[in-house]
Structure formats: structure tokens, C-alpha cells
């Protein structure tokens, strides 16, 4: 069973910069995507970004422009850079891998901003 850790989570204030990482415990040949999500306090988890084994890229409409999602298939990694962040953006954030043999879910990442 694979297994996702995130890093790169914090405090930053509004405007600034944060670069998730998402490095998987071993390589997957067939996926049919990865994702990063977030969940804010008393809301549900929404889809920030999605890269598919294609490498298709999807942004949710409030992240674009902003948010880049990237990944390395050398290092089994798959990131998130966030620039301008805004208040709004703080929750935790989850690194997701969808592939045919199933669903990983990583631990989350706290990333607040402040005002």
C-alpha cells in the first residue's frame, strides 16, 4: 500500500509564498490522477488542483493564477506552489493519488494565512 506525506505547511502572511510537497512511499506506474485538496474550518474538503497521468492540469476557479501544481516522477513527488496567498486559503491541505488499484489520502498539512 502506497503512502503519501505532505510537508511544507505553516504560517505566512497575506501575499506570500508556500510550496507544498507531496512525495509517495513508492513509484505507481498507473494513475489516473493526482490532487491536492483542502479543507477550511467547518467547510467541507474541496479540490484545489488536479494533474492527471497525462498531464492535464485543473485549478479550482478561486487558486488560478495563483496556484501551480507540478510534479516529478523521478522522486515519486507531486507539488503545490502557492503565491499570493489570501486569508481564505487556510485550512489543511491533502495530497490525493487516484489510480485503478485506488485511493490514498495523505496525512494533511496545516497552512494558515493571516491578515
Known amino acids: 500500500q502506497v503512502q503519501l506525506v505532505e510537508s511544507g505547511g505553516g504560517l505566512v502572511q497575506a501575499g506570500g509564498s508556500l510550496r507544498l510537497s507531496c512525495a509517495a512511499s513508492?513509484?505507481?506506474?498507473?494513475?489516473?490522477?493526482l490532487a491536492w485538496y483542502r479543507q477550511a474550518p467547518g467547510k467541507q474538503r474541496e479540490s484545489v488542483a488536479i494533474?492527471?497521468?497525462?498531464?492535464?492540469?485543473s485549478y479550482a476557479d478561486s487558486v488560478k493564477g495563483r496556484f501551480t501544481i507540478s510534479r516529478d516522477n523521478a522522486k515519486n513527488t507531486v507539488y503545490l506552489q502557492m503565491n499570493s496567498l489570501k486569508p481564505e486559503d487556510t485550512g489543511v491541505y491533502y495530497c490525493h493519488l487516484n489510480a485503478p488499484v485506488g485511493v490514498v489520502w495523505g496525512q494533511g498539512t496545516q497552512v494558515t494565512v493571516s491578515s
Open positions: 494533474i492527471t497521468s497525462g498531464g492535464g492540469i
Open positions: 513508492k513509484r505507481i506506474f498507473d494513475i489516473n490522477h
